[in-house]
């Protein structure tokens, strides 16, 4: 488990501050309550998997963290202080990224270029006219690429010709770049349509992150990749959590049980 969450107890013997608390968040759309006052808690430093079936409300509990959907009712609070997200403009100055499952790259441009989409620091600029600054983007990427220990020969290639795990490293890239770091990384099905070796380097970038201490909600369908890399599996069914394990506490059959209902438990 996280060093964090070791650390979750003080000194003065009083539970530390979650770094997120979602409180009974609801959502419909037209007749249909997506969500169903659906709750969780995340501790600073810790890696949360979220899964469930097919219209169990994990993408639309992700979504209204994120911004994307803004909750009908519910509350949102980070490190203790509630936060009102209505677009994912408000959650990206809160600290809150998401890497969706399409990446959104932009595949005729390099790996600097997409790191610093829409943020391009700027060498000059007069009027309309600007020049990116591309020596400080080509510099700040490797960096963040080191971070992540991850290697990419030729960073000036299109990352149309990058292998899958390379293309979601520069794509979780982009979302840890900025300065002082972020709060939460939303990574929706990050392994999905991954060949066994690519996998293999995604799940180790997940590690790499986590001993940096990165707080992590990874929304995943495979459970060999969930108890791989999670402190805590939040089991989702019918717009609610349904039940909360510790990851080196619980075996898959239990994570099935819950998913498929065999295993009646609110938590």
Aim: glycine share 12%; hydrophobic share 40%; no cysteine.
């Amino acid at each position: 488990m996280a060093t964090a969450m070791a650390e979750a107890m003080t000194g003065g013997g009083q539970e530390a501050v979650p770094l997120l608390e979602v409180k009974h968040l609801e959502k419909r759309f037209g007749g249909v309550r997506a969500l169903r006052g659906a709750s969780l808690t995340i501790q600073k430093g810790e890696t949360v998997a979220l899964v469930g079936d097919n219209g169990a409300g994990k993408s639309t509990f992700v979504k209204a963290i994120a911004g994307v959907q803004p909750p009908d009712g519910g509350d949102i609070l980070l490190h203790g202080e509630k936060v009102s997200i209505g677009s994912t403009k408000d959650a990206g100055r809160l600290g809150i990224e998401v890497v969706y499952q399409d990446l959104a790259l932009a595949n005729s441009i390099d790996v600097a270029g997409n790191v610093f989409l829409g943020d391009e620091p700027l060498k000059f600029k007069l009027g309309w006219f600007s020049v990116p600054d591309f020596k400080r983007m080509e510099r700040e990427t490797q960096a963040v690429l080191e971070r992540l220990r991850i290697k990419i020969p030729n960073p000036r290639r299109p990352v149309s010709q990058l292998s899958g795990g390379q293309r979601q490293a520069v794509a979780i890239g982009r979302s840890i770049r900025k300065e002082g770091g972020i709060s939460l990384l939303i990574l929706d099905e990050p392994t999905a349509a991954l060949g066994v070796e690519e996998v293999r380097k995604v799940l180790a970038l997940i590690r790499t992150l986590k001993e940096h201490g990165q707080t992590m909600l990874i929304i995943s369908h495979d459970l060999e990749h969930v108890f791989h890399v999670s402190d805590r599996i939040a089991v989702m069914r019918s717009g609610r959590v349904h039940a909360v394990r510790e990851t080196a506490k619980s075996t898959k059959a239990e994570i099935i049980h819950l998913i498929v209902g065999d295993i009646e438990e609110h938590g």
